[in-house]
């Protein structure tokens, strides 16, 4: 029994060589995510220097405009299904088909993004101030984050573009490039944060503006950045060769992309607007909790990292496998990810808590969002291994093209079971705020328990590119 057991255990723990693919791809990105993490917590720890209201605004617009990044990734993504088992299969022609589709459809949507924003923002932040909390605090947190989505809106394009580019580099095994980009972009995020919102060297002191302002600028450095080096290492990445010289996808092909990529953009979209409607909810309880959230969100995006960056690992691994055609070492290779993922957040997420009472005193707040913040960070720290698990599932599910199951795993599941409960207990109840999230968030083992079950079936191991 012992033997059996352990023969079990080991087969969720791969070899050398296994981890060192993994790492190579993996890496990069946990790098990169983890460099522009740590540069978001500078900058909020820069505008939280400013109060609690322009925090509270540049959270807010960056709550929105959250749902616009999730829109663009998984338009990219869709696509990317197809490119990472196109590269499997040796298809250049087919990665130009979609670095091609990608341009294009980000394009579109950061154009309509773009007229939302600009038309609707003031009722959209709106949205948010409707809870406990004095009419000039309101007054003043809206005019802020208004000024902020309206410099921010110059940037989205390059975020499109840069996700064309970067998406198709990954897709086909290279994360470095996309990572010193993206390092690049965010010292140039860093400096202008520090010019622009204080007002240094004799530039404006602009507050919340100069932090978008200096974020704008840094994704057009990013973009230049890709850009520059797929034209001139044409040879690592052939797709690039004639890629703008004969526009052209076959319609059939073309038709194929938008029926993946638009579960996964609908999926996104409403993912990402459900988590939106639930720290409405929250801040509609109190709305000392958008400032509180906003400090726990920062420091869970530095930890959590590793466990991100794992699941684009396994999308970009699994699906490459995939097209190769070996739906065994596919599997082998999904469940293996998924219990280094997990250990990712056992890891990561203890160490959450533990700086749980520290981090919020870097905020220039008041004690009740500090001592909020704090056990907000707990919270979250204590669910991250649930969330790593149901992170790595999610994009083992969606390697093998099975885009409307993902869909219905995880978005469906935010606005039918999520979004309702979060909606009752805020209007319906006194429940107090740090309770309310804990039962929300806590759905997530459910989640987790779905998401379990559909991998261990491997119905989602298939081959898209050859049907």
């Known amino acids: 029994m012992d033997k059996e057991k352990s023969k079990g255990i080991r087969s969720y723990i791969g070899d050398k060589v296994f981890y060192k693919v993994m790492l190579a791809v993996a890496l990069p990105i946990m790098i990169q ?101 004095t009419p000039q605090d309101a007054a003043e947190t809206l005019k802020i984050g208004i000024d902020y989505m309206d410099v921010m809106l110059f940037g989205l394009i390059p975020v499109g573009l840069t996700n064309a580019y970067a998406g198709t580099l990954r897709d086909t095994g290279q994360t470095k490039i996309p990572m010193m980009a993206s390092i690049i972009a965010i010292f140039v995020n860093l400096i202008g944060n520090f010019l622009l919102i204080y007002g240094y060297l004799g530039l404006p002191a602009m507050g919340a503006k100069g932090a978008a302002l200096a974020t704008v600028i840094s994704r057009y450095v990013e973009l230049f950045v890709l850009i520059i080096y797929t034209a001139t290492h044409s040879e690592q990445h052939p797709f690039i060769k004639g890629a703008f010289r004969k526009f052209y996808i076959p319609g059939k092909l073309m038709g194929r992309y938008l029926l993946k990529s638009l579960p996964l953009m609908l999926n996104e979209t409403l993912w990402a607007s459900g988590q939106t409607f639930l720290n409405q909810c929250y801040s509609y309880r109190s709305l000392s909790a958008v400032a509180a959230l906003n400090i726990e969100n920062t420091i869970w995006g530095l930890l959590g990292v590793a466990f991100l960056a794992m699941g684009e690992a396994v999308g970009i691994l699994v699906g490459q496998v995939l097209g190769s055609g070996d739906m065994e070492k596919a599997k082998d290779h999904a469940k293996k990810m998924r219990a280094f993922t997990v250990g990712c957040g056992i890891v990561f997420g203890i160490l959450m808590i533990l700086i749980s009472p520290v981090f919020p005193l870097f905020y220039n707040t008041t004690d009740e969002i500090r001592h909020m913040a704090s056990e907000l960070i707990i919270i979250f720290g204590a669910l991250m291994p649930i969330v790593s698990y149901t992170h790595a599932s999610y994009f083992t599910i969606r390697s093998g093209g099975n885009t409307l199951v993902t869909f219905l795993f995880d978005s469906c599941f935010v606005w039918l079971l999520v979004v309702p409960l979060a909606y009752f207990l805020s209007r319906y109840t006194q429940i107090d705020v740090i309770i309310m999230v804990l039962i929300v968030q806590g759905t997530e083992l459910v989640k987790a328990m779905i998401g379990g079950a559909m991998v261990i079936s491997g119905v989602w191991a298939k081959n898209i590119v050859k049907q």
């Open 33 to 133: 995510n983890g460099v522009s993490n740590f540069v978001s917590l500078l900058d909020n720890l820069m505008i939280g220097r400013l109060g609690t209201n322009p925090l509270s605004g540049v959270a807010i617009s960056n709550q929105l405009m959250f749902v616009f990044f999730l829109l663009i990734i998984g338009a990219t993504a869709g696509v990317g299904i197809f490119t990472a088992q196109y590269h499997g299969m040796g298809d250049v022609e087919g990665v130009r088909y979609t670095f091609r589709a990608k341009l294009i459809i980000n394009t579109l949507l950061c154009a309509g993004s773009i007229l939302v924003f600009k038309l609707y923002a003031p009722e959209l932040i709106g949205f948010f101030l409707e809870g406990e909390g």
